[in-house]
């Protein structure tokens, strides 16, 4: 694609990239590590492109590689090092788990006192951002790109036919598609089309040192090192030092009249006013940890703008709601995601889907309960939280709860662990009287584990409710809509008053999403999915009933309704006492879906559960779920009825195979290798998303395949994203993992070579540093309430 304008405001660096360059560089480091999974592959790519790109465009990008050494001085930091190990041993980038000793002969000049180990990654280093800037420039007019400055964008007009008109001073450009990567500005391109982008600029400082006699007898420069409890970085800058801390949020200043009054008009190369009292604390931190500080004197204070998302993540992707219009904003790191985010979005746009799963850095991840407020106290808290041990199930709880709680929340919330999703509170896991009620993360099992177990056997044996409000959901209809869900889904479209579970795929034949699709009365739908998954999901129906010209009304309910779900062998027997509509068997079959009343509340109730046991979600107007709640909870009394969080849900369904979008499936996997052919009808006449390259998939054969895999451990359970091994390499991953409480042994998901996928196969999985043993077993571990029916029903107690 060669007909790509740049349109930039004044001059190419001005902005967050001129404290990056200012003398030198702060947040130019470049690092392979992400405690995350996806982003990894952004972090490499970026790394590969700057090493060739001297050699391509003929520009110095002046790029340091002396590798990069995080520390732990504490023994649960080690474990996160030993966490971080696991979910990097299936990806390409190298890195290591170093001794003291080796610490100390790579970097001489540390205080070895409380150092246990580190994290060493070899290939970091940092970059000059100018240089890196000039030479991105010159490649992209090599290759036919027109970058015009200055050229102040004045106004953002969308077209009819979803192109755009673009005005600067200078005239108007006619754009099939505009993307808004305007860094600290991008709030004000935003409001040009009524968008109120989540960004905020923080201030980060650093302090440059003068040349140190014992850095300038160094033979080789010094790695990068992060001191993880002092919560700063420090590298070699010529013969000194330079030195960025994180301060807490009590301390961390916010640009925040920039958010209310906007950038100051003329701001581009400019600083804020340095304030070394706000870092002296971390100073004497770095002082203790490289003791050559101390006599060392401070040469420079810069002191510039950041900006910040919410959640620390940048926003990279189209935008739900307008037409072709895009986003890559909200930078924190801008220098070690800008090569692989540019190349990530090229090949979204030329190819019609991302190239791989990046979910975490969907725009479409906020919503317009992202507030200004809530905004500043997440990115107080993620500057703050800069270093902070980064455990599994990890909770934050600045800026919450939002407006969005469901009308459960003052009911449940002293009763239980909430967890945050999409700006919704959801119960997690519950305590009873006597137990510890604390936030408690760990990398082992912790204050929930026994709790969990309780909910568990509570659906299994009893009937427990649980809120499943934050599911996304959509209202469909119109003439054409069965022909557009026939277009967008790989599965049938359900009978009128029936329910499935239905996939949409990407050209190329990836999961883009799983929903429950309820055909509630001829030509109207009820769609649901999960709450991380509803305005990402919205934006692709959307854009594919614009393409295809479909004559459909598609409305976003989701705050409009809340959703409970009950849940165990009871649970008929309890919801039988509060209608007179008939809930048995035969009378409400599974995936059945009816309107109808409990105790003169109007619910549309859907026969199925996550939990895979006798269950209804039953979806009703969000000002009543309290009552509903009540109604609910006042007539199982008598069969013991209780709540259960989704933590319980998650072993649930682990046990009865039930794949997870986000997990077992995403833009990386397709429905094949995942497991799902049952929801895929390729000999459907409609020719939906994917269906062609789902059969070129099928004709060449798989190369990996989900399996469940049962692993004898100790006070670990997998997660998640861990290394699988056999004969000594890394074969696979797992995908989600629990405790499972029926066989009292861990349980996992995972991707494994076709050739070691059999029931019996022998594995290992790495957690925290261990490789447990672990073995493929015939799925699913329980059998559905369903299948045990159905079982019984034909004399099969013996197949049970």
Request: neutral net charge; hydrophobic residues 35%.
């Amino acid at each position: 694609m060669k007909d790509v304008v740049l349109l930039e405001k004044s001059e190419l660096t001005a902005g967050s990239t001129w404290h990056a360059v200012r003398k030198t560089p702060q947040n130019c480091l470049t690092t392979y590590f992400h405690p995350g999974i996806n982003l990894k592959k952004i972090h490499y790519y970026s790394i590969k492109l700057y090493e060739k790109l001297e050699e391509e465009t003929g520009q110095a990008v002046g790029f340091h590689q002396p590798g990069s050494i995080r520390i732990a001085t504490t023994p649960v930091r080690v474990d996160e090092f030993k966490y971080q190990m696991t979910r990097t041993g299936w990806h390409a980038t190298e890195q290591y788990i170093i001794e003291p000793e080796k610490i100390q002969e790579m970097f001489p000049l540390l205080n070895m006192n409380k150092i246990l180990a580190g994290l060493y990654n070899p290939g970091d280093g940092h970059i000059d951002p100018y240089s890196l800037t000039m030479a991105l420039a010159a490649g992209a007019r090599k290759y036919g790109a027109l970058l015009k400055y200055p050229a102040l964008v004045t106004s953002l007009k969308p077209r009819s036919d979803g192109t755009w008109d673009v005005e600067t001073p200078q005239g108007s450009v006619r754009a099939n598609r505009i993307v808004n990567a305007a860094g600290f500005w991008a709030r004000e391109v935003g409001k040009m089309i009524g968008l109120e982008h989540p960004l905020i600029p923080v201030q980060h400082q650093y302090v440059v040192t003068s040349s140190i006699p014992e850095v300038k007898a160094l033979k080789r420069e010094l790695p990068v090192l992060r001191d993880l409890e002092g919560s700063f970085y420090l590298r070699q800058e010529r013969d000194g030092l330079l030195f960025g801390p994180y301060e807490s949020q009590e301390k961390m200043k916010v640009q925040d009249t920039w958010v209310t009054n906007g950038v100051p008009p003329g701001f581009g190369k400019e600083l804020f006013e340095s304030d070394l009292d706000r870092i002296m604390e971390h100073i004497e931190i770095a002082m203790e940890m490289v003791p050559v500080l101390k006599k060392a004197d401070i040469i420079n204070v810069v002191n510039g703008p950041i900006t910040y998302s919410p959640d620390i993540l940048p926003m990279v992707g189209p935008h739900q709601g307008v037409r072709n219009y895009w986003v890559a904003v909200g930078f924190g790191y801008g220098i070690i995601h800008a090569g692989g985010v540019g190349k990530y979005l090229s090949d979204w746009i030329l190819h019609g889907e991302p190239p791989f799963d990046l979910i975490e850095l969907d725009p479409n991840r906020y919503g317009k309960w992202t507030t200004t407020q809530y905004t500043e106290a997440k990115a107080r808290e993620s500057y703050g939280f800069n270093n902070i041990v980064g455990y599994p199930k990890e909770e934050r709880f600045a800026g919450r709860p939002t407006q969005r709680v469901s009308g459960l929340y003052k009911t449940l919330e002293s009763k239980c662990s909430m967890g945050f999703h999409a700006g919704w509170e959801q119960p997690h896991w519950f305590y009873k009287p006597g137990q510890d009620t604390g936030y408690r993360p760990s990398f082992r099992r912790t204050n929930w584990f026994e709790p969990v177990g309780s909910e568990y056997k509570q659906v299994m044996q009893r009937v427990g409710v649980i809120d499943l409000s934050p599911f996304g959901k959509f209202n469909i209809k119109g003439q054409d809509s069965i022909r557009l869900l026939d277009h967008l889904f790989a599965n049938v479209i359900p009978k009128v008053g029936f329910t499935n579970i239905s996939h949409m795929l990407t050209p190329k034949g990836r999961v883009y999403a799983e929903l429950t699709v309820s055909h509630q009365s001829p030509g109207e739908f009820l769609l649901v999915t999960g709450s991380g998954s509803e305005l990402h999901d919205l934006r692709w129906i959307e854009e594919e009933a614009v393409r295809g010209r479909y004559d459909v009304e598609i409305k976003n309910v989701t705050d409009e309704f809340g959703v409970l779900g009950v849940a165990g062998p009871h649970a008929r027997k309890v919801l039988q006492k509060l209608t007179s509509e008939d809930l048995s068997d035969d009378a409400f079959k599974f995936l059945q879906t009816k309107s109808l009343k409990f105790s003169n509340i109007p619910v549309t109730a859907i026969r199925i559960s996550y939990t895979g046991e006798l269950g209804w979600e039953l979806y009703h107007r969000r000002e009543d779920s309290a009552a509903l709640y009540d109604v609910i909870m006042n007539a199982g009394q008598e069969e013991g009825i209780d709540n259960f969080g989704t933590y319980a849900m998650n072993a649930l369904r682990l046990e009865k195979a039930f794949r997870a979008w986000g997990s077992e499936m995403n833009c990386d996997t397709n429905p094949l290798e995942a497991g799902l052919e049952y929801f895929v009808k390729l000999n459907k006449p409609a020719d939906f998303i994917g269906k062609e390259a789902l059969k070129q998939i099928r004709a060449k054969g798989l190369t990996r395949r989900l399996v469940c895999l049962t692993l004898a451990t100790d006070d670990v359970d997998p997660e998640g994203n861990e290394s699988v091994w056999w004969n000594g390499k890394v074969v696979g991953n797992t995908t989600s993992g629990s405790y499972s409480y029926s066989i009292q042994k861990s349980l996992a998901f995972a991707y494994v070579p076709i050739e070691l996928s059999q029931v019996g196969q022998q594995v290992e999985v790495e957690l925290l540093g261990r490789n447990y043993p672990a073995t493929i077993i015939q799925e699913p571990l329980v059998l559905t309430e369903q299948t045990r029916n159905q079982l019984q029903k034909n004399g099969g107690k013996d197949k049970m």
